[in-house]
């Protein structure tokens, strides 16, 4: 990374996000029943949605630690931690069931051949929360693309974006992926449940590599924090949503965490989460301290992030190190009611924001629609997120 903000960024559009209709009005589900057609219509047989860090099913990882014993014992914390925080933020940062009910329902009515699904993962915020969330994210993915022979639309808000970054570079192949197999790997030796996981993992990507899966895949990140790298192979079908709000009436004027006005209750920055979310800002893994997830976590570190260190993170914060570097970015202005702390999460609540998704669903359309039509990335084989 520059030591400032990055002049060179992928292709980017500014764009100020219109005053959406509320959800109980005729014109909200007529804009979701057209938009969800032309997705369908782009060539996305299936959407599977990741929720970011905090809104999880698994506090502290307690669930690993039950599932060396037992894959039942630990189901039901598992649906116990997600409805709370399903009920406690809503549409706020997070994929509630409302929002895939009303969604299948547009769908529903509109008879298109489109199927909506949302990934849960622990939501911790550590590197093995997060590469264990992509392997258990294979044998889903395995099975959509058996179901759904057309693209894959995977959705990743905040840190589920980063998720989706080390699914990729596990599909891609090559010695990064082998090194972090070789360094999940002694985290599921013990414990028939987690053996099983890991042996179903495998099977599943194996099958995932032979069906050239990863050409299929169109990837969306919402606000996520630039931590790990995308493969080469879906720079061109990689697209970044982060809201930031211009200076006056230049765009090109967006501003970075260093220029945060402190007007009440106002954060002229925009996503302020997406920027505090950058390397060095990872939690301890896990409540049961174990040896093994400790060097694990010191591994995963070393592998994905190599900027990841505590004392980096002030110096993180003003370098630049906000903005995607792969794919395609699109910066959003959300308007006056998202930049209050609280109503809008410090700016990371607008991507999920169900009167929102219709807009977004357009623009991920119109994305789709001119994949064939972008140039080839010239970036390095790996680049950052």
């Known amino acids: 990374m520059d030591s400032s903000t990055p002049t060179r960024l992928p292709a980017w559009q500014f764009v100020r996000a219109p005053a959406p209709p509320r959800e109980s009005e005729p014109e909200f589900g007529q804009q979701l029943r057209r938009q969800s057609q032309g997705l369908v219509e782009a060539g996305v047989g299936s959407v599977l949605l990741v929720h970011g860090t905090f809104l999880g099913n698994d506090v502290g990882q307690w669930s690993l630690l039950l599932e060396r014993f037992s894959a ?17 933020t809503g549409d706020r940062g ?14 529903q009515e509109a008879e298109v051949p489109l199927r909506v699904d949302r990934f849960c993962w622990s939501g911790e915020n550590t590197h093995t929360a997060r590469t264990d969330a992509a392997l258990r994210l294979l044998p889903l993915l395995a099975a959509q693309s058996r179901l759904h022979p057309q693209k894959l639309l995977l959705v990743g808000h905040s840190h589920g974006g980063n998720v989706l970054a080390v699914l990729c570079q596990l599909l891609a192949g090559g010695e990064q992926a082998e090194r972090l197999l070789q360094t999940l790997e002694p985290l599921y030796r013990r414990g028939a449940a987690l053996r099983h996981l890991w042996q179903q993992a495998q099977e599943a990507r194996k099958l995932l590599q032979d069906h050239e899966v990863l050409k299929r895949l169109v990837l969306v990140t919402l606000g996520t924090p630039i931590r790990y790298a995308w493969p080469q192979a879906v720079h061109g079908q990689l ?14 004027s967006l501003q970075d965490f260093r220029r945060v006005g402190l007007g009440p209750l106002r954060v002229w920055a925009g996503d302020v989460i997406q920027q505090l979310g950058t390397s060095g800002s990872n939690f301890p893994p896990g409540l049961f301290l174990s040896w093994k997830m400790w060097r694990a976590e010191g591994a995963l570190s070393r592998l994905l992030d190599r900027d990841d260190s505590w004392w980096r993170w002030p110096k993180n914060l003003v370098r630049g190190s906000h903005w995607p570097r792969a794919g395609r970015l699109l910066v959003i202005d959300y ?19 169900l009167r929102w998704l219709p807009w977004h669903l357009e623009q991920w359309e119109r994305w789709l629609r001119g994949l064939g039509q972008q140039e080839p990335s010239q970036d390095e084989s790996v680049a950052a997120a």
């Open 72 to 88: 039942t014992a630990a189901r039901p914390w598992r649906r116990t931690i997600k409805y709370f925080s399903d009920v406690l």
């Open 94 to 107: 997070n994929f509630p069931p409302r929002t895939l009910r009303l969604w299948q329902q547009a769908i």
């Open 239 to 252: 697209l970044h949503l982060l809201y930031r709000v211009p200076r006056g009436e230049e765009p090109e």
């Open 335 to 353: 308007g006056k009611s998202q930049r209050r702390l609280l109503r809008g999460l410090w700016g990371h609540a607008a991507y999920t924001r």
